[in-house]
């Protein structure tokens, strides 16, 4: 009974994120705080290698056949992937994370990272053609979908009311530490 009442309990747990996106709240030399978009406060150790990148708004002009980018999307309601923000990689970071899989965003949403094959414009909007090892696939957007690109960033930008997005990995002893922040520029939240 108490060993199935504590699988019970482990099994219930919160899942540990890989990525918190919200506001940093205090930062000193070793710990980040950050209040995600849910209200929750993340306590996160700061590792000594990390890196910073900054996010700023782009164009879609900026994506030409041969970018590479990254597609998070979902399903609309004729079932093809409608884009909710579109990274675009800088040369340097060409086949990060090259493929498609599921993603944290929103629901039923999936990130592709992958290089534009064929750019096309419809009545109905932007539709790029992305290939990806292994993989191709549509991806539709509105002029309301947000565009941005990753540029150098410092430690420096880490302040409080920064918005940011924190990949996150769990320590032993439980708690979080971060390697890899990207920080919004000029009041930008990150879309991603």
């Not at 191709?136 to 565009?147: A, G, L, N």
Request: glycine share 10%; hydrophobic share 35%; proline share 8%.
């Amino acid at each position: 009974m108490v060993a199935a009442t504590s699988a019970l309990a482990i099994c219930q747990q919160a899942p540990v994120p890989t990525r918190i996106r919200g506001a940093i709240e205090s930062i000193d030399a070793d710990t980040m705080t950050v209040k995600a978009r849910s209200g929750e406060l993340f306590k996160l150790h700061v590792a000594g290698d990390m890196s910073v990148s900054g996010v700023v708004k782009a164009e879609l002009s900026d994506i030409k056949p041969g970018s590479f980018i990254g597609a998070t999307t979902v399903p609309g309601p004729d079932g093809a992937p409608k884009a909710v923000e579109i990274h675009i990689f800088p040369e340097a970071m060409r086949g990060t994370g090259e493929g498609s899989r599921p993603w944290d965003l929103k629901p039923n949403s999936s990130m592709t990272n992958a290089t534009v094959a064929e750019s096309s414009v419809s009545t109905d909007g932007h539709t790029l053609l992305v290939k990806y090892k292994g993989g191709e696939k549509r991806v539709d957007i509105t002029p309301d979908t947000p565009i941005v690109t990753f540029v150098p960033g410092d430690k420096s930008e880490l302040k409080p009311g920064a918005k940011v997005i924190a990949t996150v990995k769990q320590l032993p002893d439980g708690s979080l530490e971060t390697s890899r922040v990207s920080v919004g520029r000029d009041g930008l939240t990150p879309p991603m």
